[in-house]
């Protein structure tokens, strides 16, 4: 006779203030940075950034026992707009885990996204890709590259980064996002709400223009985030036909030129970036994509293509 204690029901549902406030407390262990526990749920609750997403909780006798945020996303696939879903957030507390909660959860929440339309899933793992791999994700190229810059001759044919406000330029830097992704298999469409909540999520992050060599407009853009220690490429894109090579080498001779000690962040691996930064597989933050239902395309070279993907769009 088994002695094993079943676990109590889960009640999944969309979360209300109070059971949003509660997950954001859980999760607090894990991303809450140097912030007080008061002072990061109070952030979050006034986040531009969460504030975009619908929040899931499964509850047990009335207490937040697992939680994940749902953010509306559109990508691009197969000459296509499929709206889907990024997954951020999934969080269970240590005495609620290894029960199935966070797996329950998510097939919920799940259900929720797929009666309202949603053809696509995205989540970007901290752990094993194999435990969403189970839910159908499927694992994408997903690479940093760092470069350490220093001063030195100016390389040939490099341009130079004009600094713009991405607000007063909103058209001009979205229609280049578009020219610069549309060669790509699949990729995030941005319609003017993305566009908004990208610069009231990121207010402190620097936007530039790649004037190339010879060239009056610009050719290539780039979105930096300044630390004290670094700078990390948030978005960046080289129009068709561009020289990309010579966008990285501006980059770098830029960073050296104000002291940066290293600039990169989430990159592909092409040439050109391998010419010049080191490029290392990520080990978390892994994206992982999936189509859910039978029209939703897939071709195998999604998995590379989603390497394009910048954190800019990260959950």
Known sequence: MSTD????????????????????????????DERSVEDYVAWRMQSIQH????????????????????YPIVLRAGGQSWPGYGIGAVHTPPEFRRRGYAATLMAWGQQQQLDAGAQFG??????????YGAMGYRLC???????VPRAGARPDGAGQLVRFDPAESAEALAGMYVTVQSPRSIWIERDEVYWDWVRGRYPEH???????EGHDGPAGYVQLKPTATETRVFDWGVLPGGDERA?????????AAHGIARIGGWLPSTEAISQCLEVTPRIKELTMLSPLTPDAPWDD????DAAWFTECDHI
């Open 206 to 212: 620097e936007w530039y223009w790649w004037v190339a």
């Open 247 to 255: 966008f990285w080498e501006s980059v770098i001779e830029w960073a």
């Open 301 to 304: 070279v999604y998995r590379r």
């Open 5 to 32: 204690t079943p676990s109590p029901r889960l009640d999944c549902h969309i979360a209300n203030d109070t059971e949003r406030a509660a997950a954001f407390g859980n999760v607090h262990e894990c991303w809450g």
């Open 51 to 70: 504030a975009r997403a619908s929040w899931y909780v499964g509850c047990v006798d009335g207490r937040v026992a697992t939680s994940l945020g749902a």
């Open 141 to 147: 190229e997903s690479h940093y590259a760092w470069a």
């Open 122 to 131: 995205l989540l970007y793992s901290d752990i094993k890709p194999e435990y």
